[in-house]
């Protein structure tokens, strides 16, 4: 297959996954189709790694080392609301953050692989399900990931419609944020709203603990450390003419140090814990920490810059200043092994505006689909000589 071709196949592979989303861990067609098309290229398969986890291997010569390639196949519980050809068949899933486009370009690193047999050891392309909820990549690992296929480093990518098309990003050191994230539950004594004298009411609670939450990073965390905390959503009984008895705040935080994240979970705790005996009701917070920080390995970061850099010359690699403050499943993988994520611009000259990832308008531009397949392949050959 010429590289043109390459490119085809792989923009109608990409339309496919997209056409029939699946989310969370249950990308259970998405990994058959994937795995079909990866034995027809001659790679040896596992299924079912970590529930719905596909593993290829790709041999070439006698080299004994190993490079993982990591791929997420999970599509968002949105409703689309594009007018594409190709468009989300399924009602309320979409793939919002274009991890159709990752599948479809790490099928293509195998594609080309495949046609030019340039390096020398063994390439294991890892798919995971569950990259949103923060589950697919702890299954794969617990499910013996790196005791099979003991690779020693691992590349990732993500697409980003708001980088300049063509634009390969990262840097060495933290790359994405964590995400913990919270639930207070708080339980009052709800009753007639016209007698406040009789009730213990958790609504005062919830706006008091919601507001001293606040200060939690403009007080307690140090100023040179980056870390959110967001209320996201609160429910209560509901009634119009009558106070709550429970109410329930939902909500994430973000860092990129473990410190700062136990540091936010302690003052949580004792802001919940004093407001609600001032109040009468009583409180409980489960906090749970979904997503690790993602650290790029200095010495792989290198490798990336430097392929990119061969590959579509210095303009085209950023190194940035600073992570990115969303957070990434990949961290799990490169918390094991040493790895490098790194995004890909999909933003065309000229545009002035896009929709962003998780946007029920977000569309991948298939221009900058072998990008991707390109800078995998020529990591392999660069690391497997
Ligand atoms: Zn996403
Ligand atoms: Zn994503």
Redesign the pocket.
Known sequence: MTKEEIRAKIIEIRHHIHMYPETGMDTVQTADYVAKIMEDLGCEVTRGIGTNGVVATMKCGDGKGMIGLRA?MDALNIQEDNDLPYKSQVPGKMHG???DS?TATLIGAAMLLKESQDFNGTVVFVFQPG??PGLGAKAMIADGLFEKFPMTEIYGQ?NQPDQPLGTIKTRAGQIRSSEDDFWITIKGKGGHASAPHLVHDPLVAAAEIIMQLQTIISRNVNPLDAATVSCCDIKTDGVMNALPTNITILGDCRTYNPAVSQLIEKKMRQIVASVCEANDCEGEVKYDRVFIPAINDAACTQVVIDTATKLFGPEKVIVSEFPGS?S?DFGQFSAIVPGCLFDIGTLPEGAVTFAP?HNAHYVFNDDAILVGSEMFAQIVRNRLK
């Open positions: 997420d953050c274009g991890h990752h990259e949103e993500h969303a990434e990832k």
